[in-house]
């Protein structure tokens, strides 16, 4: 049981590429969704999803797109990268009142 | 809107020293509360909740009591070790605790014992 699972770990991008981040849980939650965290700023959501089918904007939702064809996997993606999109992201699944959180992937865009 | 403000850090105590780290809240409706800590070089992890006021949560010699009067969940641990050295992070969702809530984190707080 892997749980929630992230990759890359660490990627650096120039300004203006895209890329997406890989998300995916084996746990069967209808839950997940994408944060980023910065220093001092704790953790800010980013997209959620419902269930599959269902996509919802979080409070930091500009300049990323979410997808969710299966339970499985919620891949968040960086149309066009900018430096203001460095940071740590953070998928995570949720069941009654907690949330499960992946590894992380720390994002630099140069 | 919602919001958590926490302690700035870091925060550094010897081993077996008592912590306390301050939380406090602004939500419209009734939240519920949590704390979790992140370790180094991963992710979150639940370390306890509280679900209505006054409720006590607590979990590996952590506890915090849901204040309603003074909008406060604030973290205690009466003798701290060098394994609690993680960033702890206050947070709150405002939806009843059911699947699909959205959590609001505080900037986080990290704490750093030494033997």
């Known amino acids: 049981n892997a749980g929630v699972t992230q990759t890359p770990k660490f990627q650096v991008l120039k300004t203006g590429q895209s890329m997406t981040l890989q998300c995916a849980q084996d746990?069967?939650?209808?839950?997940m969704s994408w944060y980023r965290q910065d220093p001092g700023m704790g953790l800010r959501l980013i997209h959620y999803?419902?269930?599959?089918?269902?996509?919802d904007q979080g409070e930091v939702p500009n300049g990323y797109n979410v997808s969710r064809s299966t339970t499985e996997d919620f891949p968040l993606r960086l149309l066009s990268a900018a430096p203001s999109q460095t940071s740590v992201y953070f998928c995570?699944?949720?069941?009654?009142?907690?949330?499960?959180f992946g590894p992380g992937t720390r994002l630099t865009v140069t | 809107g919602d919001s958590v403000t926490q302690m700035e850090g870091p925060v550094t105590l010897s081993e077996e020293a008592f912590l306390t780290i301050n939380c406090t809240y602004t939500?419209?409706?009734?939240?519920?509360l949590f704390w979790y800590v992140q370790y180094p070089g991963e992710g979150l992890q639940l370390l306890l909740k509280?679900?209505?006021?006054?409720d006590k949560g607590s979990n590996k010699g952590f506890e915090a009591t849901y204040r309603k009067e003074t909008t406060s969940f604030h973290l205690e641990k009466g003798s701290v070790q060098v394994s609690d050295s993680a960033v702890y992070f206050c947070?709150?969702?405002?939806?009843?605790?059911?699947?699909?809530?959205?959590?609001?984190f505080g900037g986080g707080t990290r704490l750093m014992v030494k033997p």
């Open positions: 947070a709150l969702s405002d939806q009843g605790g059911n699947a699909g809530n959205m959590l609001t």
């Open positions: 995570a699944t949720q069941q009654g009142y907690e949330q499960y």
């Open positions: 746990m069967n939650h209808e839950y």
């Open positions: 999803s419902v269930g599959a089918g269902i996509t």
């Open positions: 509280a679900t209505k006021a006054d």
């Open positions: 939500a419209t409706g009734y939240p519920s």
